[in-house]
């Protein structure tokens, strides 16, 4: 089992630039697949972006060319660089672990963008 905290969120104008990051502990991180996702108010829970344990990534169409995932398993952390944000990146952004069959969450982070 593996516990997540995130952090790096907050108040940003659109156009501008976060960095989010997920600090694993409790297991072997570089067992997991690592992922961000988000939630919206009144939406459901999607992806943002995955990277596995290869350093493979895949993105959310929504997000690619703007956001960039990485890991460091020596720190055991997992980042969300995201570049010109949009009002629409406003969310709760959540960092996940994978193993089969099991996902763990992060508690979430709040990411907003405005004006």
């Known amino acids: 089992q593996v516990q997540l905290v995130e952090s790096g969120g907050g108040l940003v104008q659109p156009g501008g630039s976060l960095r989010l990051s997920c600090v694993g502990s409790g297991s072997i991180f570089s067992n997991y697949a690592m992922g961000w996702y988000r939630q919206a108010p009144g939406k459901e829970r999607e992806l943002v972006a995955r990277?596995?344990?290869?350093?493979?990534?895949n993105y959310a169409d929504s997000v690619k060319g703007r956001f960039t995932i990485s890991r460091d398993n020596a720190k055991n952390q997992v980042y969300l660089q995201m570049n010109s944000l949009k009002p629409e990146d406003t969310a709760i952004y959540y960092c996940?672990?994978?193993?089969?069959?099991?996902?763990?969450w992060g508690q979430g982070i709040q990411v907003t963008v405005s004006s």
């Open positions: 996940n672990a994978y193993i089969v069959p099991y996902h763990y």
């Open positions: 990277i596995g344990r290869s350093g493979s990534t």
